[in-house]
């Protein structure tokens, strides 16, 4: 907002740009304007006053004849700094005007009880930091109540009482009569939504039966057009936090050199590269960038065609692997749900590998859903064929957070590479550090897979991915037809995707992963044992799962449902999967904090005790 006023006023230097008066803010990021009530944490957001854009040591007046009741230094980050409030008497009806952001020493000119007239300079306006620490303007509001306000007025408001601010606070454009910067305009929900029916992907969905229309991402937060900042727990993209600065700038910078595709020599692709490589054991050391995890996947399954010359896939039942053509064809989740065609006759499924509540459970699970994956390496060879390879995330998130069994991987990867197929690990939701104890969800079971799939963390929400691989399966790979990618690789997003790892390490996320995703497990674990719907609790670090069932163990899907909006309700994001869509998934951005974590366990158990929930 202040950036597109300032862009106003430089377009119009011979106009007064003003604006601002209730509108939703989603710069007051600070937790100094959040607050806990009813519905959890709240911010304050709407603005109260209108902002004139005017340079440093403009004079100020006063607006009419009135009295000085406040004249301060309203000092502090985000606060007014310099700040005179006037409190004036037309026609037996008394009001106040409020000018904010002063040059301190002009403003403390004033004294209470000093009357000043009609167009008499009160200050000038104050500029970085004494300000409060924004950009020069003016705030000015107008009041018809100090309330309890001594030496301050609030300026900003919360959403949910914008009424009451608003009968309190007038316009004060009705004052100015000026033009006022309107061309600010932005499209209502229902616009959006009728839109999006008519010409969007019609298979596209919407989370939550009100939409949220999202405007910001700031770290673990996403704000909306009220201003309102929900607590993200579902966002693995935006890994180390919505709108990362760094990575923003890593973007920008390059964005305004080069970026062109990779059939030119440039040290930005082999430095994200040697980055990558750098998170892997020595026998991955061959990358290939893409632009999605599903493109990711697609090439995976190529290269394990191609180098076994074998056309059959192993996967696991409910498994999600992408949208292309390729990996619908190996993913459960799709082929064996609605609209989809049922399993492919090169695509051999073995049971989903929950020892929870799956086909197999208890000490055996492991060799017995290893003895599955074998089984269907034995029907591919009783028909005279053979292996290509076996595609699988190291816990299955559309499968609802499923933890592999201890042992299982290992056997599952001997199987497959006893007969000549490749192990493609799809770390597409379960890379970069959200494991806590490894960068890579493979390693939790001491495993080596000859190909990894990457996507979603690498680039922030930039499109970036990636595929790695031995030298042995590249050299294969590489067998006369060109490898060319427009897009993948290319500077741009190279420069991104290796700022998204830097900042991991600078700012050890990683290991903020492992600490506050043990913390929140704990906290999810004891309110299992006060609420028996949480039937289990699982996961790794910032990958964790709640699945939902009553005592028959049966999945309560309306009740993941509920909890889901109800959360909304107290700004916190989540979502939930799983084939019976009772698992509560909690895979926020990486910065998610030890106060974030007891936010969403005391919201949680808030609504944990609501009747609906009662058993
Ligand atoms: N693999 C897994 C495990 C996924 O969860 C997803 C996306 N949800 C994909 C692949 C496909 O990635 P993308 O949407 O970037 O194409």
């Not at 937790?31 to 109260?48: A, V």
């Not at 039942?317 to 053509?325: A, D, F, R, S, W």
């Not at 704990?522 to 799962?545: H, N």
């Amino acid at each position: 907002f202040q950036f597109k006023l300032s862009k106003l006023q430089k377009e119009h230097p011979d106009k007064i740009i003003a604006g601002g008066y209730l509108e939703a803010r989603a710069l007051y990021l600070a937790p100094e304007y959040d607050s806990w009530g009813n519905q959890g944490r709240q911010s304050r957001t709407i603005h109260l006053g209108v902002d004139y854009w005017l340079p440093a040591l403009t004079p100020v007046h006063a607006i009419l004849d009135g009295e000085v009741v406040v004249a301060t230094d309203n000092a502090g980050d985000k606060q007014y700094g310099g700040l005179v409030i006037l409190k004036h008497t037309v026609e037996n009806i008394e009001f106040y005007s409020l000018y904010g952001h002063l040059n301190v020493a002009s403003a403390l000119q004033n004294r209470v009880g000093d009357i000043i007239a009609k167009g008499q300079q009160i200050a000038l306006l104050g500029a970085y930091p004494e300000n409060g620490n924004w950009a020069t303007h003016l705030h000015f509001q107008l009041m018809l109540s100090m309330l309890d306000y001594k030496n301050d007025f609030a300026g900003v408001a919360f959403h949910h009482k914008i009424q009451v601010w608003k009968s309190l606070c007038p316009d004060p454009n009705l004052l100015f009569k000026t033009e006022v910067s309107s061309d600010i305009t932005e499209a209502s929900k229902a616009e959006l939504l009728t839109y999006r029916k008519q010409h969007l992907g019609k298979g596209m969905s919407l989370q939550y039966a009100e939409p949220l229309k999202i405007v910001r991402g700031h770290q673990q937060y996403l704000i909306d057009e009220h201003g309102r900042k929900y607590l993200d727990t579902v966002n693995n993209v935006a890994h180390v936090g919505h709108e990362h600065p760094d990575v923003v700038k890593a973007g920008q910078d390059q964005m305004a050199l080069l970026n062109t595709n990779t059939r030119y020599l440039n040290e930005k692709i082999n430095y994200f590269a040697q980055e990558l490589l750098a998170t892997f054991p020595k026998a991955l050391s061959v990358v290939h960038f893409v632009n999605s995890g599903s493109e990711a996947n697609e090439l995976a399954l190529r290269m394990a065609k191609t180098v076994t010359d074998q056309k059959n896939i192993i996967a696991s039942q409910v498994g999600y692997h992408g949208n292309t053509n390729a990996t619908i064809e190996v993913s459960s989740y799709k082929f064996d749900g609605k609209g989809g065609l049922g399993k492919p006759e090169s695509t051999s499924i073995f049971p989903l590998p929950d020892a929870f509540r799956g086909k197999h459970r208890g000490e055996s699970a492991a060799e017995n859903y290893a003895q599955e994956v074998k089984s269907c390496v034995d029907a591919i060879r009783a028909k005279g064929e053979g292996v290509a390879g076996l595609i699988l995330e190291p816990i299955l998130s559309c499968g609802g957070q499923i933890e592999l069994p201890q042992g299982f991987l290992k056997k599952a990867y001997q199987h497959i590479r006893q007969a000549g197929g490749v192990c493609i690990s799809d770390e597409v939701q379960t890379g970069c550090g959200r494991m806590g104890k490894t960068f890579w969800g493979f390693e939790l079971h001491d495993v080596t897979p000859d190909i990894v799939t990457i996507g979603k963390p690498l680039g922030n929400g930039h499109p970036v991915a990636a595929v790695v691989c031995t030298q042995e399966i590249a050299n294969k790979f590489a067998n006369g037809m060109e490898y060319f990618n427009t897009f993948g690789g290319n500077p741009v997003s190279s420069v991104i995707g290796t700022e998204v790892l830097k900042v991991i390490k600078r700012e050890s996320l990683q290991d903020n992963a492992l600490q506050v995703g043990e913390y929140l497990k704990v906290g999810l674990i004891k309110l299992q044992t006060a609420y028996p719907i949480i039937a289990d609790v699982r996961g790794q670090g910032f990958f964790l799962g709640l699945e939902l069932l009553d005592s028959q163990m049966l999945p309560m899907a309306a009740e993941c449902d509920y909890i889901i909006n109800r959360m909304k309700a107290h700004s916190i994001l989540m979502s939930s999967d799983g084939p019976e869509h009772n698992v509560l998934k909690i895979k926020p951005p990486m910065v998610f904090s030890h106060s974030d974590a007891d936010e969403l366990l005391a919201c949680l158990e808030k609504v944990l005790q609501e009747d609906f929930l009662k058993v």
